[in-house]
T-cell receptor, first 115, second 113 residues
Framework: ETGVTQTPRHLVMGMTNKKSLKCEQH?????MYWYKQSAKKPLELMFVYSLEERVENNSVPSRFSPECPNSSHLFLHLHTLQPEDSALYLCASSQDLGVFGNTIYFGEGSWLTVV | GQQVMQIPQYQHVQEGEDFTTYCNSS?????IQWYKQRPGGHPVFLIQLVKSGEVKKQKRLTFQFGEAKKNSSLHITATQTTDVGTYFC?????????????FGKGTSLLVTP
């Protein structure tokens, strides 16, 4: 139990589908993240939220759309993805974005396969 | 922007041998963190180093932060099969958006009994 829960754990979707990944953290943290992990580019930072406000969008294509309705929940909405988007998507949280509060707690990840 | 680079990418050792992975940053870091990811698992925080020249130990693991705060190393003494996994270093991006972490590409350690 990591304190960060992701669903679904595995997802197979077609290129025309719309799906969402969900993340919930039970740690009382103020910052949440989406990371993408693939064989070619391990642990790419995608999005950063602090107190429900997006503070960083790391040049991610618009077919990935994050949503943070409150400090405990984070979604990643997926639309018209490409096969190269197949990867492990990791949600994470940290106490805050300060230099001493940025230790990251990862969820177990959502394995996404785009066919 | 700030980047962290790790070497080697892979390391295969016999059980009982030592192992070291190195991390270098393009800029001075306020702190550096190390994470371990077991095969099929997710990255788990190991340690944070803050001070110039800092050395911290966790049982057989020794972590060092360079004097210039631009490099770090993780050394494992007498590896065991439980040490198998990928070890990542991570440094704060230091952007206007706070100190979210940039991760290195990791060093994958394989330990043969």
């Amino acid at each position: 139990e990591t304190g960060v829960t992701q669903t679904p754990r595995h997802l197979v979707m077609g290129m025309t589908n719309k799906k969402s990944l969900k993340c919930e953290q039970h740690l009382g943290h103020n910052a949440m993240y989406w990371y993408k992990q693939s064989a070619k580019k391990p642990l790419e930072l995608m999005f950063v939220y602090s107190l429900e406000e997006r503070v960083e969008n790391n040049s991610v294509p618009s077919r990935f759309s994050p949503e943070c309705p409150n400090s405990s929940h984070l979604f990643l909405h997926l639309h018209t993805l490409q096969p190269e988007d197949s990867a492990l998507y990791l949600c994470a949280s940290s106490q805050d974005l300060g230099v001493f509060g940025n230790t990251i707690y990862f969820g177990e990840g959502s394995w996404l396969t785009v066919v | 922007g700030q980047q962290v680079m790790q070497i080697p990418q892979y390391q295969h050792v016999q059980e009982g041998e030592d192992f070291t992975t190195y991390c270098n940053s393009s800029t001075t870091l306020s702190n550096i963190q190390w994470y371990k990811q077991r095969p099929g698992g997710h990255p788990v925080f190991l340690i944070q180093l803050v001070k110039s020249g800092e050395v911290k130990k966790q049982k057989r693991l020794t972590f060092q932060f360079g004097e210039a705060k631009k490099n770090s190393s993780l050394h494992i003494t007498a590896t065991q099969t439980t040490d198998v996994g990928t070890y990542f270093c991570a440094g704060p991006r230091g952007s206007n958006s706070g100190y979210a972490l940039n991760f290195g590409k990791g060093t994958s350690l394989l330990v043969t009994p």
